[in-house]
């Protein structure tokens, strides 16, 4: 079990993954008309450039928005997930030792220290997540069980991660899961909401672009986000 | 009875049929009428196939929903946090409900639709930026309100503008000749007391060309002799097209795409025949929105621009202060708590929040602007855009609506409020009628000429 999961199955998840989300990335910015759209994408290429990346800058930095300040416990639990989930994926040690005897290179990575606590903020900062859409009406009226679906792709492989960290009941086991887990979510990223890894970039860019070309950017001013 | 007399799914285009859809006082055979209107899906589903593109789709797949969007919408916040208010909300179980189900939607469904497209939303924008993942649900209204529009779920007022635009080139039954006359007849009203002034019709290569709402023409006479006077006493070189001069855009709140692009060519028409250097439109939010904003790729212009720069007055305005065209007794400015109103169409959608506190600076005496809070981007709606203000069927929203703005200019303190908007004009009037909070409101051009330094040139002879 262990050597499929590690072998033809990372492969698989990992190859519908990014073939997905260059597909998906390429059909979204394919699919931008600027009469549709009403924004003159090729006509303005530097103008909407410096709209896109700032949006998505000022967007990426904790408290840099106006949005994010008026909101700030929300800003705090959707950072604290968010850095937690991007952050420990891709630097914890063992995926790297991984990395490292299935392709030859690793990245840098992360102290375990580092590591536990960033998971575990992931985690309790999911929870509030969680908590936000039972508790508060503006929220749980858009929630679906489609959102739950997707908070727990997002959370079982931490879950997981973390039993068999602690090396609670079968490691071997939990550790299986853990993979499993993992790979699920790589292969549910092009498909489901979880696409929103890499159409976040593309739906904050367009809108950058519409707000540097059309709304104000070409007039020297800059949206306040 | 699918398609009625009054309620049916052809636009209006003609005088006669514009008459006809007014005769029906209030619209009430019209909304009887609608109950029985049949949706045709075929073309719903159709039509959203063909322009339902990235963009749209991607907004509505992604929406994480977080609702951070609800405290940014004031519609939420006036309707004491009503979850229906959530601007994702209002979206997905429209529009995204539409889609979902492959354009199979009954006529209850429509109706329901169209009062959330038109007295749940304004399509102020201001959930765009407050977003994560810069969803700008105010824009996928206006896609729904286009759809709705082509099956003829649309309110009756909106009915009738778009159609006023389709069939007089205006939003109200304004002839060419009703304009240039008015404007004649108004300057010669005021040509005594302001030696020199003319109404130049239809010069060729002219600095400016000017522009403006069809209701100055037909209710607000003296704007266009206000714009006239600060023309001739700014010395500049300026003309009106008689053909072409209506910069407004109801079409564009009714979804009637058709209508807006054969309103927008009108003024572009006027500026490829006139060759003005520069267009300037009158003291309009959405006319300008229309105009300068989405006009140009309504038309098919790819480089996203008119055909000759065009700016709002605003910035005309700022711009004859800076250089001093238009000169200010300092003894005259306002020497009393003010405030002035963001329009969402230029300021949230052009970035024009400068040109407006530029002007204050010249015109309100240091120590007297008092800001609203929040402002500039970032400001609410006047709780009227977006056609919400002309609409009786939707009068009780809206003036609920209108409770953010009166407590925004309560905190202000002022008494005076100045709104370089029709649209916000409107709504701050109406508020003050509703509520009665004591303040009164203006446009910037009665309120400059009162203090004006008239040059010599002007005076009437002692």
């Known amino acids: 079990m262990h050597e499929f999961l590690t072998g033809i199955f990372f492969w698989f998840a990992i190859t519908v993954c990014l073939v997905g989300m260059l597909v998906r990335f390429v059909l979204y910015f394919r699919g931008l008309s600027w009469q549709l759209d009403r924004v003159a994408y090729k006509a303005h290429p530097k103008a909407g450039m410096k709209?896109?990346?700032?949006?998505?800058?000022?967007?990426?930095?904790?408290?840099?928005?106006?949005?994010?300040?008026?909101?700030?416990?929300?800003?705090?639990?959707?950072?604290?997930?968010?850095?937690?989930a991007v952050v420990v994926p891709l630097f914890l040690s063992a995926h790297n030792i991984f990395l490292e005897n299935k392709v030859g290179f690793s990245l840098f990575t992360l102290n375990a220290g580092v590591a536990d606590f960033l998971t575990w903020l992931a985690v309790v900062c999911a929870f509030f997540l969680i908590l936000?859409?039972?508790?508060?009406?503006?929220?749980?009226?858009?929630?679906?069980?489609?959102?739950?679906?997707?908070?727990?792709?997002?959370?079982?492989?931490?879950?997981?991660?973390?039993?068999?960290?602690?090396?609670?009941?079968?490691?071997?086991f939990w550790l299986n899961l853990h993979i499993f887990c993992g790979e699920l979510l790589l292969i549910a990223i092009p498909f489901t909401k979880m696409s929103h890894v890499f159409l976040f970039f593309a739906s904050r860019a367009q809108l950058g672009m519409d707000f540097g070309i059309k709304r104000g950017g070409m007039k020297g001013t800059k949206m306040a986000w | 009875?699918?398609?009625?007399?009054?309620?049916?799914?052809?636009?209006?285009?003609?005088?006669?049929?514009?008459?006809?859809?007014?005769?029906?006082?209030?619209?009430?055979?019209?909304?009887?009428?609608?109950?029985?209107?049949?949706v045709d899906s075929d073309l719903l589903w159709a039509t959203i196939q063909k322009t339902l593109k990235s963009r749209l789709r991607t907004w509505l797949e992604i929406c994480a929903h977080c609702g951070m969007c609800a405290d940014s919408c004031f519609l939420y916040l006036v309707n004491d946090r009503d979850p229906k208010q959530v601007p994702a909300y209002k979206i997905q179980s429209t529009l995204g409900e539409i889609i979902k189900r492959k354009g199979k939607v009954d006529n209850a469904f429509m109706r329901h639709a169209m009062e959330v497209a038109w007295a749940q939303c304004t399509c102020c924008n201001r959930c765009g930026t407050y977003c994560p993942h810069g969803i700008d649900t105010g824009i996928m209204f206006g896609y729904l309100r286009g759809l709705l529009y082509q099956q003829g779920f649309v309110p009756w007022e909106m009915k009738i503008g778009a159609g006023m635009h389709r069939a007089y080139r205006a939003q109200m039954d304004v002839t060419n000749e009703d304009f240039v006359e008015t404007f004649e007849w108004m300057v010669e009203e005021n040509e005594e007391e302001y030696i020199g002034l003319t109404v130049p019709v239809d010069v060729e290569n002219a600095d400016i060309m000017y522009t403006v709402n069809a209701r100055e023409v037909k209710h607000y006479p003296e704007d266009l002799a206000e714009a006239a006077i600060l023309f001739h006493a700014?010395?500049?070189?300026?003309?009106?097209?008689?053909?072409?001069?209506?910069?407004?855009?109801?079409?564009?709140?009714?979804?009637?795409?058709?209508?807006?692009?054969?309103?927008?060519?009108?003024?572009y028409a006027a500026m490829e025949k006139l060759k003005p250097k520069r267009m300037i439109g009158t003291e309009c939010g959405h006319a300008h929105r229309a105009t300068v904003i989405e006009g140009?790729?309504?038309?098919?212009?790819?480089?996203?621009?008119?055909?000759?720069?065009?700016?709002?007055?605003?910035?005309?305005?700022?711009e004859a202060l800076r250089e001093g065209k238009l000169k200010i007794d300092p003894s005259k400015r306002i020497r009393e708590l003010v405030t002035m109103q963001d329009s969402c169409n230029y300021v949230r959608n052009q970035g024009l929040k400068n040109a407006t506190r530029e002007i204050m600076s010249h015109i309100v005496e240091p120590g007297y602007f008092v800001e609203m809070s929040p402002n500039k981007e970032h400001n609410f709606c006047c709780g009227g855009g977006g056609g919400f203000n002309g609409i009786g069927l939707f009068r009780k929203q809206r003036n609920k609506g209108l409770e953010k703005k009166r407590d925004q200019i309560l905190a202000t303190g002022a008494k005076l409020v100045l709104a370089p908007c029709h649209n916000c004009w409107d709504a701050i009037r109406d508020l003050e009628e509703e509520f009665k909070i004591g303040i009164r409101w203006s446009f910037l051009k009665p309120i400059i000429i009162k203090m004006l330094v008239l040059p010599d040139h002007m005076k009437p002879e002692e």
């Open chain 2, 234 to 267: 700014a010395g500049e070189n300026w003309t009106v097209p008689s053909e072409g001069w209506e910069q407004t855009s109801l079409a564009m709140f009714a979804g009637d795409w058709a209508a807006c692009k054969m309103q927008v060519e009108s003024v």
């Open chain 2, 1 to 38: 009875m699918p398609e009625g007399k009054y309620c049916n799914k052809t636009p209006v285009n003609t005088p006669e049929e514009v008459n006809f859809l007014l005769s029906d006082t209030s619209g009430n055979q019209y909304y009887k009428e609608m109950k029985n209107l049949e």
């Open chain 1, 132 to 172: 936000r859409r039972i508790v508060l009406p503006e929220v749980r009226i858009l929630t679906t069980l489609y959102d739950y679906f997707i908070l727990f792709i997002a959370l079982a492989p931490f879950l997981t991660g973390l039993t068999a960290r602690y090396h609670v009941g079968d490691y071997s």
């Open chain 2, 296 to 318: 140009p790729y309504w038309a098919g212009r790819e480089n996203g621009l008119p055909p000759v720069e065009s700016i709002h007055y605003v910035e005309w305005l700022a």
């Open chain 1, 51 to 84: 709209g896109a990346f700032r949006s998505i800058y000022k967007w990426l930095i904790p408290y840099g928005t106006y949005g994010w300040r008026t909101q700030p416990f929300m800003a705090a639990a959707f950072f604290g997930f968010h850095i937690g």
